[in-house]
Nanobody, 126 residues
Framework: QLQLVDSGGGSVQAGGSLRLSCTASRYPLSSACMAWFRQAPGKEREGVATIDRAGNPRHSDSVKGRFTLSRDDDKNTLYLQMNSVKPEDTAMYYC????????????????????WGQGTQVTVSS
């Protein structure tokens, strides 16, 4: 069982930065396909960034150039560095994982992920 704990959310002004973290106990994140999703009130859950087992990240067009997904295997922690945040980035952010062979198949669909963190709220004020 892969248990994820995400943290690091908070309130920040537009243009500021936040770093979200996702950790797991008793399971190496480098053995899973990982992602960050976000969900704003009244909207569908949206994929923000994904990373494969080799550590190659991909970012959605809405955050490309502003957010950076990375993984520290020594700390078994996934990070989402959020820079130049905008009010439209306000949402609950979730770390997610699955352990199927192909990290790229339907990687932007929340239905592909079996394991989820509890969520961490990010609020960006203008």
């Amino acid at each position: 069982q892969l248990q994820l704990v995400d943290s690091g959310g908070g309130s920040v002004q537009a243009g500021g930065s936040l770093r979200l973290s996702c950790t797991a106990s008793r399971y190496p994140l480098s053995s899973a396909c990982m992602a960050w999703f976000r969900q704003a009130p009244g909207k569908e859950r949206e994929g923000v960034a994904t990373i494969d087992r080799a550590g190659n990240p991909r970012h959605s067009d809405s955050v490309k150039g502003r957010f950076t997904l990375s993984r520290d295997d020594d700390k078994n922690t996934l990070y989402l560095q959020m820079n130049s945040v905008k009010p439209e980035d306000t949402a609950m952010y979730y770390c997610a994982a699955h352990v199927r062979y192909d990290c790229y198949l339907d990687s932007w669909s929340s239905a592909s992920y079996k394991y989820w963190g509890q969520g961490t709220q990010v609020t960006v004020s203008s």
